[in-house]
């Protein structure tokens, strides 16, 4: 079983602009990356397509709204309705993300949480780097509230992105800690484990029980820096705070990374990291933060 919790989903020339894709993914291999190569099918049918390719039973799929950060409110934005659409591709594949610009209109953001709580949204995902805000700002307490009122997981951005318009102020891990000091008991996926800054994500992580981290786009660095790194947060953390996520640009080579965690242990000399534990990373973990219905799940008796 495998779950990838950290996925875009949207249309390039409707919700995201060519040029913004463009400039995000341009370290990684520029719009292919994106829409996989196929840009024909839905997005829907192409997730799910990559899914069968990869082994992937479920993505958790995303929204974003960048709109008022770029001139003419013209930066990227997908609705939330928009996953509704998605998942009726293949319902039982998709577990759904959804995003408010908490600064554009704070009242309309806490509608919007409240709306997609009904409509079966498992979480919320905040970029305060993308949206120029920092996640102490008193103006976002209000979205964390109503988080916790509907026990919606926030899954949040932090740490770098190749995104020009994206302040590197608001990427510090750090700047969470007070949020979890004032809300303690909001459950939180970090996305990234805030790179470069992992290890002060991990010590924020180890400070606070219901901090998570996801290591989204990591794929990138190549599998012996990621082992090294999820063991020191195993060690530290735990990995039952440990999710593991893909980034769109990265699916493919996340899945190729994880397969042969074993075999990098092998060639470093090192204790691998324990099949239990694996299995806590790639989809128990995603699975209990999602809510992810039992009867979708290995070892369910109903299923
Ligand atoms: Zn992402």
């Given at each position: 079983m495998i779950i990838d919790c950290h996925i875009?989903a949207?249309?390039?020339?409707?919700?995201?602009?060519?040029?913004?894709?463009?400039?995000?993914?341009?370290?990684?291999?520029?719009?292919?990356?994106?829409?996989g190569?196929?840009?024909?099918?839905?997005v829907g049918e192409r997730l799910v397509h990559q899914m069968d390719e990869l082994g992937i039973d479920m993505m958790c799929i995303m929204?974003?709204?960048?709109?008022?950060?770029?001139?003419?409110?013209?930066?990227?934005?997908?609705?939330?309705?928009?996953l509704?659409?998605v998942r009726d591709t293949a319902p039982e594949r998709f577990a759904l993300t959804?995003?408010?610009?908490?600064?554009?209109?704070?009242?309309?953001?806490?509608?919007?949480?409240?709306?997609?709580?009904?409509?079966?949204?498992a979480a919320?995902?905040?970029?305060?780097?993308?949206?120029?805000?920092?996640?102490?700002?008193?103006?976002?307490?209000?979205?964390?509230?109503?988080?916790?009122?509907?026990?919606?997981?926030?899954?949040?951005?932090?740490?770098?992105?190749?995104?020009?318009?994206?302040?590197?102020?608001?990427?510090?891990?750090?700047?969470?800690?007070?949020?979890?000091?004032?809300?303690?008991?909001?459950?939180?996926?970090?996305?990234?484990?805030?790179?470069?800054?992992?290890?002060?994500?991990?010590?924020?992580?180890?400070?606070?029980?219901?901090?998570?981290?996801d290591?989204a786009?990591?794929?990138?660095?190549?599998?012996?820096?990621?082992?090294?790194?999820?063991?020191?947060?195993?060690?530290?953390?735990?990995?039952?705070?440990l999710v593991y996520g893909s980034e769109n640009?990265h699916t493919a080579?996340g899945i190729e990374m994880m397969k042969?965690m074993?075999?990098?242990?092998?060639?470093?000399?090192?204790?691998?990291?324990?099949d239990g534990?694996m299995e806590k990373i790639m989809w128990k973990n995603a699975a209990r933060l999602w809510k992810i219905d039992g009867k979708l799940l290995p070892g369910d008796?109903d299923a």
């Amino acid at each position: 079983m495998i779950i990838d919790c950290h996925i875009h989903a949207g249309e390039i020339g409707k919700h995201y602009p060519k040029w913004w894709v463009e400039e995000l993914y341009r370290s990684w291999g520029g719009i292919p990356q994106w829409d996989g190569g196929r840009p024909n099918m839905t997005v829907g049918e192409r997730l799910v397509h990559q899914m069968d390719e990869l082994g992937i039973d479920m993505m958790c799929i995303m929204t974003s709204d960048h709109r008022r950060v770029y001139a003419d409110d013209k930066g990227p934005f997908t609705p939330n309705e928009y996953l509704l659409e998605v998942r009726d591709t293949a319902p039982e594949r998709f577990a759904l993300t959804c995003s408010v610009d908490p600064p554009r209109d704070p009242y309309e953001a806490i509608q919007e949480i409240d709306k997609c709580a009904k409509e079966g949204f498992a979480a919320c995902k905040l970029y305060p780097t993308y949206d120029h805000f920092d996640p102490g700002d008193e103006r976002i307490f209000p979205i964390y509230e109503k988080l916790i009122e509907h026990d919606m997981l926030l899954q949040i951005h932090m740490g770098w992105t190749p995104c020009q318009n994206a302040p590197m102020k608001y990427q510090m891990p750090y700047l969470f800690d007070d949020v979890a000091l004032r809300y303690p008991e909001m459950r939180t996926v970090i996305s990234h484990m805030g790179w470069p800054n992992y290890e002060e994500c991990m010590a924020l992580i180890a400070k606070w029980e219901n901090l998570h981290a996801d290591f989204a786009y990591w794929a990138w660095f190549g599998p012996e820096y990621v082992f090294k790194i999820l063991k020191q947060f195993g060690r530290l953390c735990g990995y039952d705070k440990l999710v593991y996520g893909s980034e769109n640009s990265h699916t493919a080579p996340g899945i190729e990374m994880m397969k042969g965690m074993g075999e990098t242990a092998r060639e470093l000399g090192v204790e691998p990291i324990a099949d239990g534990d694996m299995e806590k990373i790639m989809w128990k973990n995603a699975a209990r933060l999602w809510k992810i219905d039992g009867k979708l799940l290995p070892g369910d008796p109903d299923a």
